[in-house]
């Protein structure tokens, strides 16, 4: 995933139209197109193949089972054509290696989940992200996704994983700050509602460039 604009789209609608309409309009002011259980279970698996011919395609499914489950899950998506793929790291080593495996084999990029951008995660994601964003690093994750609602979790874990990638969510309808984000450590925003939901999607994506600090 080459850094051009240091954002992606999370493109969490419902149907194969809206989402391939989407992909088409604001292709060039995402550097990836980050999608998961919704736009997959209504549209089918078929959409990540579709999507990856325009745009890198990150699948957030945020695995998290056994190893085997884990290994087939992978397997799918990135046989699909996904280039990325977010798991979570709380089923433990041997899960998320699984995960790795897979990524490795696909030429595709493993995206370890420390903590999520919601108030709720702070109850019990956060006392153990430092943990998870170690584990990411021994099993050779590409980077990680870290919370651009709490900008001083994304300076610690930055700290812990040095050079991998972090990208945030939580820019815009989560009231994310992507200048306070970027400034922490990120290295992609991941932003979504405010973007496809708006009047004109163009128009709040250019919007959202704008504003970024200088690369």
């Known amino acids: 995933m080459k850094k051009k604009t240091r954002l992606i789209l999370a493109l969490d609608v419902t149907t194969r139209e809206q989402a391939l309409s989407l992909v088409e309009k604001l292709c060039g002011y995402f550097d990836a197109i980050k999608i998961g259980y919704p736009l997959i279970l209504s549209a089918g698996l078929g959409i990540v193949t579709q999507i990856a011919t325009t745009l890198p395609v990150i699948a957030d499914l945020k695995v998290a089972d056994i190893p085997n489950t884990n290994r087939l899950i992978c397997q799918a998506v990135l046989g699909a054509g996904a280039c990325g793929i977010i798991a979570q790291a709380f089923p433990g080593k041997d899960s998320l290696l699984a995960c790795a495996k897979s990524a490795a084999e696909h030429g595709a990029d493993l995206y370890v989940v420390t903590e999520m951008s919601h108030p709720?995660?702070?109850?019990?994601?956060?006392?153990?992200?430092?943990?998870?964003?170690?584990?990411?690093?021994?099993?050779?994750?590409?980077?990680?996704?870290?919370?651009?609602?709490?900008p001083d979790r994304i300076k610690q874990i930055r700290s812990i994983i040095g050079e991998r990638v972090i990208i945030s969510p939580g820019v815009g309808a989560?009231?994310?700050?992507?200048?306070?984000?970027?400034?922490?450590?990120?290295?992609?925003?991941?932003?979504?509602?405010?973007?496809?939901?708006?009047?004109?999607?163009?128009?709040?994506?250019?919007?959202?460039?704008?504003?970024l600090p200088p690369a």
């Open 174 to 211: 989560q009231g994310g700050s992507a200048g306070a984000a970027l400034l922490a450590g990120a290295d992609y925003l991941i932003v979504g509602r405010s973007v496809y939901e708006a009047e004109d999607p163009v128009a709040s994506a250019k919007k959202l460039l704008a504003l």
């Open 120 to 150: 709720g995660a702070q109850l019990f994601m956060a006392p153990l992200a430092e943990k998870m964003a170690r584990l990411a690093v021994e099993v050779g994750a590409a980077g990680v996704v870290a919370p651009a609602t709490r």
